[in-house]
Structures are given as C-alpha cells and as structure tokens.
C-alpha cells in the first residue's frame, strides 16, 4: 500500500512528525513500512509556463520554437520536440539552472542554431513513470488546467513534494488498504483523532428505483449489492489534485468518473465500478453465478472463458462485469457516456479469489475483496463517490438506492483480564493504560473490575480472540517497552549437530576444491522431474503449480544443474563447476506426505586447469570429477568404505559412469552424461554426480588414529597383470589388498595397455605394491613370501598372468 503523506494529512494531523519519523513509528507499531520515497528529491527550478507562442523550427521539421511566459517579466525562448506542444498551454517548465531527476542539470543552449532557455518537461522527464501517466500525455509534454497560475511551483502542483510511505502489509492487516484504515492506525500510533470525510450532496427528485432494478441469484456469494444511478454527467479529466494522489499511489489516471471510483477505492478500501447507464442494455442487474464457458470481453479488451465458479453482473441477458475483478467492454464508461450506474458491494473473499487466479487477473479491487473488506463502508463509499461526481462530473444523483441486502454482520465482542495481558506480555501496565490504548484504536470498552470487553469495529476482521487483544496492547503500548527476561534454570550450550557439521564440511571442502554453490528449483516439469535419479517413483504434482515448468516435485537434483550449465555456457561462460545439496521428493502414497532426501549433486564442464602462461590446459575428464567425490569422502572419513563400479544410469554414458557403493549398497553415481543428452542441451563434455548423503552423514566414523613416521624402509615391487579386458581394475586390487597381508600397506594403479602388442581381449594393468613393517626392515624374504601370495591369489581369482 502506497501512502502520501500529504493526504494522510487530510485524517490526521501530523504537525510534529516528519515522514521518516512516521514511519519508524508505523514500523514500531508491527506494520513495516518499506520505505519513503520523495521523487522530487534533487529537483529544482521547475516552474509553471505558458506557451505565448509556438512555431516551426526553421532548420528541424521535429522541432518548435516557443516563446514561454514564466510570470518574471519578459517571456524566454525554448526549443521543444514534444508533438504536442501548442500555443496557449500552461506547461512544466525547468529552466536554465534547474536539475531534475538523475542530476540532470539544465542549461541555456543551441539547438540547430535557435537559443534554449530552459526545458519544457514531459512527466517522465520530472520521475513519474510514463505507465502512471495520463494516456494523452504519456508520449509528450504535460498540460496543466488554465486555472493554474504562471510562476507556481509546478512539484507542488504535481504533488511530487509529497512523501510517500510504502506499507508492507501483512494478510491479516487488509484494514490498511485504504487510506482512512491507516489514519486510523496512525491516530492510534499517535494518540490523535481520525477526521472523516463529510459526505452530503443534493438527491434529484427522481428515483433510482425507476431506472434500475437488482436481483441476486448467488446470496452467499453476493449478499450485498447496492446501485445509484448518476444522470447528466460530464465526461473529462478529474481535477489535478486527484490525478496526482492516484499516480502517488500506483494508479492512472483515465477520466473524473473512473478516477472517482479508484479514489474512493484508496480512501475507503470499497472497490466500486461505474456503468455506462445507457449502454447497459437493460433496466436491470442481475448477480449470478457463470454458465460454464460464458464469456465475456473484459476492460482490458481480452476475451474470458467463465467458470460456473465465477461471479458475474449481467444485465439480464449477459455479463456486463466480472464482479469484484473487472468491468466488461460492453458497458464501459466513455466520453459519450452521460448516465452512470454506480456499483458497490460486498463479495465473498473466496468467490472473487477464485476468478482472479483462474483469469491470472489480479487487480486493486480484487486485491481487497480477497482479504476482505468493512461491510459497513459499502454504503459509505456509494454516497462519497456520488457526491464527487456531482462536484467534479456536474452530475445529478437521483434519490435512494437501490439494493438487495441478505448481509448480516455484528461486531465481534472479546472479553479479556487485566492480568491474562500482563502474565502474556510480563508487564505490569495498568487498567487505565490498557482502556487507553483501546480508545486510541476506537474500540468499544467496558470495563468491570479488571475485566475488559471490547466491541471491535468491523473495519478490523482480524480481531477474534484474546490473543488478538493482546497483540494490540504490545504493538501500541511499545515492543520496545516489554521487559527483557532471561530463561530460567539450566541453560544448553548451542552447537551444531554431527549432521550439521559434516553438511559444513562437505560446503567447504567442494569450495575449496573449485566448486561454486547453486541453488535451484525444487519444481520442475513432468519430463526432467525423474531424469538422471537415482531411485524410480512416480513424480508428484502439486495441486496448484505455477506453471507446467514447475509444476512437479524433483528426483533428482541434476537436470537443474544441467540447465544452469547450460544457461551459463549460452553465456560465454564455458568452464564450470557447481555442487547444490538439496532435496529430492519420493513419492509413498497419494494420501502422504512425499519422503524428502538430501542429495548432494554436482555438474563440471571446460577446463578444469588452464595456466596460458605455462601453457598448460587439462579439461575435465572422468576422474576430475571422481577424484572430487573422493576427496571428500575421505574429508568425511568414510573413504575406507566406499568403493566403485560400473554402472548404466539413463542419460549417462555407458562406458563412463560409476555407481558409488558404501559398504555394499548403492547411494549415487559419478559420470559423463550422455552424448545425445549434451547435444539437446547444447552442452560441451560435462561430468556429473549425485550421491544420496544420509548414509554417508549417519556412517559411523572411527576415531582419529596417529601413526608414527615409519623409522624402518619400505620395498616396493610394480607388477603389471594381463587380464580379460571385461575384469575390472578395482576388483583385481581388492584381491590383491586381501591376499597382501599386514605387511602390504598401499596398493596403486598406474598404467593401463591395451595396445597393438597386446592379445585380442586381454589388457595389460599395472600396479605398484608397497611392502612394510613398521617395527622392523624387512628381509626380502618375507616380502617374497608375501608377494608370491599376492600373484598366486590374482592368478586363481581374476585370471592374471604376470605380463613379460
């Protein structure tokens, strides 16, 4: 909600009390004011001209020549390209030496060799945005009305002096929709009273009931509906000052009669909507709910598709509105327009919610019929807007209303003890003080012994219960002022879990090692919500998704990954190397609730090092990627478990992927994607993995053990092994770390041969054997004896033969 200081000004007064002061009261108060904002701030030396004269420019056919009475003496010359600058208007001047938005100072120039003394100004060009401003002059310079006086002030007469305080409000503050809501919330901040509008105007002897009737078929959707009918009206624009508070508040200005019903819209939080009287078709309005696929051409010339949910106001015949959302086309107030019908009323929040997210067409007064508005200012604001527009329409309102009213609404009435308020809030204010602060709010109170019973006004829905009441004591008698307690008893020292910790560990060890933290969607669409995972469910659907892209629950962290990839490198952006630890969503039944996983996944692609100095480069390759994991697995001390394998996973290389396996079960994979896969996301050669880290975080890890440095040599013997090419590395090192004994201490691989001189189906696997003992030196003896164990065991298991 946008307030203008200024015409807060109008409710309360605020003598004493600064904008900025306002609203670290307002924000005290529990409602955040988001900030304060003065677009003339900077700006000066623009003044109101009048264009004496206006010509060609003899050497530019785009520009004019104007001379321009600025009301001190003689009138100066300005060049201006605005196409609708004409002799005789009264316009926004900055002359020679003002500043405006941006600091952009002005200064006497030369155009195509005519001197400038200064800028005839557009609204834009002074900081409103052309989007607020006026259709007819959102394109060129702004006109003032001839009434303006020559020389004014023309901030002022735009109301660009105003402040402006943006409100964040919370759903259940929807009383602060509306100007008169915040006067009284400022009242009560401020102990002040709440000056309301005066609403009375002259009624024609005519009635309203002999032009129109209403009848509400749907009562609970609509149990209040009222209509005053307006003859005579003129259409032109609304006086400056209302256009100004309209734009101040987000809100373009159209014509007097639409910008009435938007005004009153600000000042009460009654939505209204004019009907072009004679455009209606019939002498009737009937409220109803939708035909299933009804339509109708709304305001904003689009065509909608009803539901049998949805609201409308016909005519009889056919809709004329989409009640509380938007007018229809066919019934829009024009320049031909002389009579109105004017519409105000009460609608059920979930009704008018319903329409508004079907039709993605959330406007000002839907906003506010979904969190619901004062039922007793229905009227109010018929009458204030009536009045207006006989004031600024000369339009002549015909006696009565006319209504159909089934809305029965009593003020709630709470009872509550002086000390339920103090034991809440550990306070000791008094029984005057707490009646006090219900007299600043404007609520009914009665008062028996310590008891208060508070009539609460119905502008305030979210006040029901006591702890309501409460609420409003702490905001107004000060957050501040509550005293400060400490917990009694025996306090815990705060720490992370070991789970925390090693999820710390794991961040910082893969940002060490050059990777980069992304976070994601969890929603994603029906075709990426179960590629690359690692356990097979069916996806889950939200009931009310954003969009289809969004619109189911992840299995797998790395299809969003492969798209940030993917963005980055249409981008230029072609090494990366990102990690997210988030959740993934497996679904149990249609009646529970998913099970959520944490998974760690990660996504390299480019180079992995690139020294152009030493003129060094290494892409990222298989064991880039697993030497990360690796890492980090000993980091987290459960290396001595984990080991690897081949593995087929959809959308992954065949020849270049590995399940992760601790302790015998699967928890991830660590590979290249599939060709097809890079080539549809248009990716160079990308490495990915994604690990299931609940094991891995609940793995019991043995305590930190020191060994001394060895004192004594250790022997090394290299071997290379042929084996069938379809044994696997890894086993034939298991076997070797097995039949090695307590002397063999390291066992590695270093060279792999599959060349020309090498048998059809064979290859040739080298490994490096260290032999130790850390009490002794070894005799070559005993490191035979164990070594001839270890070919004999390779031989017997895997089939190796020594290569020669």
Request: some cysteine; overall charge negative; aromatic content about 6%.
């Amino acid at each position: 909600m946008l307030v203008s200081y200024k015409w807060l000004q109008e409710y309360v007064d605020l003598t004493g009390v600064e904008a900025h002061d306002l609203a670290e009261k307002i924000t005290r108060s529990g409602i955040e004011v988001e900030g304060v904002e003065q677009k003339s701030k900077g700006v000066s030396g623009v003044v109101v001209g009048h264009v004496l004269e206006c010509e060609r420019h003899p050497n530019a056919d785009k520009l004019n020549v104007c001379q321009v009475d600025l009301g001190e003496g003689e009138p100066v010359q300005i060049v201006c390209g605005a196409p609708n600058v004409g002799k005789g208007q009264k316009v926004a001047v900055a002359k020679a030496g003002a500043v405006l938005p941006g600091n952009f100072k002005i200064k006497r120039s030369k155009l195509r060799g005519e001197e400038s003394n200064g800028m005839i100004c557009s609204l834009k060009e002074l900081g409103i945005d052309g989007k607020l401003a006026p259709k007819e002059y959102a394109e060129g310079i702004f006109v003032f009305p001839n009434d303006v006086e020559v020389g004014s002030d023309a901030l002022a007469l735009l109301n660009l002096d105003d402040e402006v305080l943006e409100l964040g409000l919370t759903p259940n503050r929807s009383d602060c929709l509306s100007m008169l809501g915040v006067a009284y919330e400022t009242g009560a901040i401020l102990g002040k009273e709440v000056k309301l509008p005066s609403v009375n105007h002259e009624r024609s002897s005519e009635k309203a009931s002999d032009y129109i009737s209403v009848k509400v078929e749907a009562k609970e959707a609509n149990p209040l509906y009222t209509a005053k009918v307006i003859k005579n009206v003129k259409i032109g624009p609304s006086p400056l000052w209302m256009q100004t508070r309209l734009m101040s508040a987000g809100i373009r200005p159209h014509n007097n009669v639409v910008d009435i019903t938007n005004y009153i819209l600000l000042e009460y939080g009654q939505p209204l909507h004019a009907f072009d009287y004679e455009q209606l078709g019939s002498k009737e309005i009937v409220v109803r709910l939708a035909h299933e696929g009804e339509k109708i051409v709304t305001l904003d010339d689009a065509e909608r598709t009803l539901k049998a949910n949805h609201l409308v106001i016909t005519n009889g015949k056919e809709p004329v509105a989409m009640a509380g959302v938007m007018g229809g086309a066919n019934s829009e107030v024009t320049s031909d327009t002389t009579t109105v019908l004017l519409e105000s009323a009460y609608f059920d929040a979930q009704t008018i919610r319903n329409a508004s997210k079907d039709h993605g067409l959330r406007s000002e007064a839907s906003a506010r019929y979904e969190k619901g508005i004062d039922p007793n200012r229905v009227h109010e604001a018929a009458e204030r807007a009536a009045q207006l527009m006989a004031k600024y329409a000369g339009g002549e309102v015909l006696d009565g209303t006319v209504e159909v009213n089934s809305l029965t609404v009593e003020p709630a009435v709470v009872s509550i003890t002086l000390e339920k308020i103090n034991s809440f809030l550990g306070t000791f204010i008094t029984k005057q003080e707490v009646k006090e602060i219900f007299d600043r709010l404007q609520f009914g109170v009665e008062v028996d012994n310590d008891t208060f019973t508070i009539t609460v006004p119905t502008r305030r829905g979210d006040i029901t219960i006591q702890e309501d009441l409460i609420e409003e004591v702490a905001r107004l008698y000060g957050y501040d002022n509550l005293p400060i307690t400490l917990p009694t008893g025996a306090a815990t020292p705060g720490g992370l879990s070991d789970i925390q910790r090693k999820r710390r560990t794991t961040k910082r060890f893969l940002e060490g090692a050059g990777l980069n933290q992304a976070v994601t969607y969890s929603l994603t669409s029906l075709e990426k919500s179960s590629q690359f995972a690692l356990e097979k469910r069916d996806p889950i659907r939200l009931a009310m998704p954003m969009s289809e892209e969004r619109s189911y629950l992840r299995l797998s962290i790395v299809p969003q990954l492969l798209e940030v990839v993917s963005y980055n490198n249409a981008r230029k952006n072609e090494s990366i190397a990102l990690y997210e630890i988030g959740s993934v969503f497996l679904k149990t039944t249609d009646n529970e609730q998913p099970e959520e996983h944490e998974h760690l996944a990660g996504a390299i692609t480019g180079l992995w090092l690139n020294h152009p100095w030493q003129g060094e480069k290494k892409p990222v390759d298989f064991y880039v990627a697993k030497g990360v994991i690796e890492g980090l697995f000993e980091e987290l001390g459960v290396s001595d478990s984990i080991t690897y394998q081949a593995a087929a996973v959809e959308g992954m290389h065949p020849g270049r992927t590995a399940e992760i396996v601790l302790d015998g079960k699967g928890i991830g994979y660590v590979g290249q994607v599939h060709p097809q896969v890079q080539k549809d996301l248009d990716l160079k050669e990308t490495y990915v993995f994604e690990i299931n880290m609940k094991p891995v975080f609940d793995h019991p890890v043995p305590a930190l053990q020191y060994n001394a440095i060895p004192r004594f040599p250790a022997i090394t013997r290299d071997i290379a092994l042929v084996v069938d090419r379809k044994v696997n590395a890894g086993e034939v090192k298991e076997i070797i770390e097995n039949a090695g004994g307590k002397l063999l201490k390291n066992v590695s691989i270093f060279d792999l041969y599959e060349g020309e001189h090498m048998e059809p189906g064979k290859k040739s696997i080298a490994f490096s054997l260290t032999y130790m003992d850390p009490e002794r030196t070894l005799t070559d003896e005993e490191v035979v004896k164990a070594h001839n164990k270890v070919l004999a065991a390779v031989k017997d298991k895997a089939g190796a033969e020594l290569r020669g």
